[in-house]
């Protein structure tokens, strides 16, 4: 007799969990070994953080426009146009710069890292790897991962300073408010817990955004078609869990802080 379709879904996908619980338990007690791989983790870096400005500036100016625009609109019924800073500084620092910036990372990096270990994967690159004695996790991991909780945070600084510009070029254009007003808007609906909150989110979204990207180019069977298959399974997963991610440390924070 067959096996119960559901029963055999559910036990498939607990092995996901177990193997990928298993990577992220290598993976943390591979940071503190030697070798450490500086070299690679610094071109991860240059990879995931420096490549990814231009994408994340465009997200961040576009949000922030978009931002004003609507609230503007918005506020201005209620003669609370000077508000309109307040509003977008709150919005982005708090959520939408984190989870956009993760995002688009997760589109850009994350696949280009499940492309690259799913390709060394069926090109039997990791096997020579092992044959040679070099832990692939030390090896090709450990510097995606800490290149990715080390990046992410930066890039969220430079899409919510962008935002907030672009909130500000709104302002000015469309609403006839001065820099000054904008700014001490922006400021005073800022709150410590804010700026907590979007570092901390950052941190934890590039470590999901890496490792689920390694896990899924390290499994990848099938040559060409198991890495295009891997790659899209690697963004969609890692998005997925940072949005969920997000509401679970949003409600803690709200918990926390009570704003």
């Known amino acids: 007799m067959s096996a119960n379709p559901v029963s055999r879904t ?3 996908a607990l092995e996901e969990v177990q193997d990928y619980s298993i990577l992220v338990g290598r993976t943390f007690l591979a940071i503190g070994r030697r070798p450490q791989y500086w070299r690679d983790t610094f071109v991860q870096m240059d990879v995931i953080g420096v490549h990814s ?3 994340v500036t465009l997200t961040g100016v576009f949000t922030g426009m978009v931002l ?3 609230s503007s609109v918005q506020l201005s019924r209620f003669g609370a146009s000077l508000f309109v800073g ?3 500084s709150a919005s982005v620092i708090r959520e939408l710069g984190p989870v956009l910036t993760a995002l688009m990372v997760a589109g850009r990096v994350g696949s280009g890292i499940a492309a690259e270990l799913g390709s060394m994967r069926v090109g039997e690159q990791i096997d020579a790897l092992e044959a040679m004695g070099t832990d692939p996790v030390k090896k090709l991991v450990k510097p995606r991962v800490l290149a990715g909780v080390a990046m992410l945070p930066a890039l969220t600084v430079v899409t919510d300073f ?6 500000n070029l709104i302002a000015w254009v469309m609403l006839h408010q001065g820099v000054s007003t904008y700014w001490n808007a922006v400021w005073g609906g800022l709150y410590m ?6 570092i901390l989110k950052p941190l934890v979204f590039g470590f999901i955004i890496t490792t689920i990207a390694c896990y899924m180019g390290l499994r990848t069977t099938g040559g060409t078609e198991g890495v295009g298959r891997a790659t899209t399974q690697a963004v969609v997963l890692s998005s997925v869990f940072v949005l969920a991610t997000d509401f679970f440390m949003t409600k803690l924070f709200i918990e926390l802080f009570g704003h």
């Open 86 to 88: 307040q509003l977008v």
């Open 53 to 55: 400005l231009l994408i």
């Open 68 to 70: 004003a625009l609507q």
């Open 162 to 167: 962008i935002a907030i510009l672009g909130g």
């Open 193 to 198: 817990s804010d700026l907590v909150s979007g």
């Open 10 to 12: 559910v036990k498939l």
